[in-house]
């Protein structure tokens, strides 16, 4: 995201209305570049989708990254139990700090076992996922009865594994979803920027910044998301 360091500049720009939010007087440019692709995605997963209700458990895959973040806030100001999925131990302390009830490590703890221990055995109402990948097999096996699989993103460059008996026996329904269902419906795009400004004058939605760079900088920026330390948004400031 590109953010400008003179609130009132007067300049032009060509694009569609769905596109463009003026920044209310209480939301800095940095905040501003950090909030909606994130949480107008988090919220089309969650809400639009997925319809989070109190006390469901919501699995979130490659739950550091900006989207990942937001879903844990929107989780819990849904009511929801998210269980955040990371593979680095080190970003636990921070995932619990943004709001994570769990913190699974798939590098070193078994998806399904641990939603099965946190959950009692019920599994997942809600999972997201960014991956794909082999590691899907994992999150199939955690998910409840009904439950709905949201795929956004496909990070991993392997083909997805799936055992079709867990589909079956489960009854659970997979789809895909881009920020764009949301963005091209005026009414649920009008739902969602409700939903995010009420989250942030309460305080439940608040975007995190993991990095500011200039964009004379921008390859230390690359160089820091290649790094994998982030966990947010990472902003690019003109």
Do not use: C
């Amino acid at each position: 995201m590109f953010t400008e360091s003179i609130r009132h500049a007067r300049e032009l720009v060509l694009a569609p209305a769905y596109a463009v939010e003026k920044i209310t007087d209480n939301l800095s440019f940095q905040k501003a570049a950090a909030l909606w692709s994130t949480y107008l995605t988090a919220y089309g997963l969650l809400i639009d989708q997925a319809n989070a209700q109190t006390g469901q458990f919501v699995l979130i895959n490659a739950a550091s990254s900006a989207v990942g973040i937001s879903a844990i806030q929107i989780a819990n100001a849904a009511g929801a139990i998210p269980i955040a999925i990371s593979t680095s131990a080190a970003k636990r302390a921070a995932l619990l700090e943004a709001g994570a009830s769990y913190v699974i490590v798939s590098s070193e703890q078994d998806i399904a076992e641990e939603v099965n221990r946190i959950t009692h055995h019920k599994g997942a109402n809600i999972i997201l996922d960014a991956v794909g990948g082999p590691a899907f097999s994992g999150l199939l096996a955690a998910a409840a009865l009904k439950a709905r699989i949201l795929i956004y993103g496909t990070l991993s460059p392997e083909p997805a594994t799936i055992n079709t008996w867990e589909i079956l026996k489960k009854n659970v329904q997979i789809s895909g979803f881009t920020v764009a269902d949301v963005n091209f419906d005026p009414s649920r795009l009008q739902a969602a920027k409700t939903f995010i400004y009420e989250g942030l004058a309460s305080g439940k939605l608040n975007p995190v910044i993991a990095g500011s760079f200039t964009l004379d900088a921008i390859a230390d920026a690359h160089r820091f998301l290649e790094s994998n330390k982030q966990v947010e948004k990472v902003i690019i400031s003109l």
